[in-house]
């Protein structure tokens, strides 16, 4: 069992940045692929970012390309999303995804989900 732990997120205003961190437990953290998704209020959950096993792979939400990095530390066994030039939109509550998989998924398609964190961003 995998335990999934985001970090980082806050109150920023529109065109700042934010870091999140992601801490996993519990498991072979290179055996998984990790994502990011958010889910803004009435609204279905969606892919931001997902990043493969060896981190050598990326994969970004057309929305974002261009303003957030996902990256891993696999000797901290941690994810991280380096979120700039920040925008309203992005505003959500965001989670961090295990996939014990070879290959990047951009569905919901993951093992395991962290709690979430809140990322509101002010105009």
């Known amino acids: 069992q995998v335990q999934l732990v985001e970090s980082g997120g806050g109150l920023v205003q529109a065109g700042g940045s934010l870091r999140l961190s992601c801490a996993a437990s519990?498991?072979?953290?290179?055996?998984?692929?990790m994502g990011w998704f958010r889910q803004a209020p009435g609204k279905e959950r969606e892919f931001v970012a997902a990043?493969?096993?060896?981190?050598?792979?990326?994969s970004y939400a057309d929305s974002v390309k261009g303003r957030f990095t996902i990256s891993r530390d696999n000797t901290k066994n941690t994810v991280y999303l380096q979120m700039n030039s920040l925008r309203p939109e992005d505003t959500a509550v965001y989670y961090c995804a295990a996939r014990q998989a070879t290959v990047i998924s951009t569905t919901t398609q993951y093992n395991y989900w962290g709690q979430g964190t809140q990322v509101t961003v002010s105009s």
């Open positions: 519990g498991g072979t953290f290179t055996s998984y692929v």
């Open positions: 990043v493969t096993r060896g981190g050598g792979r990326t």
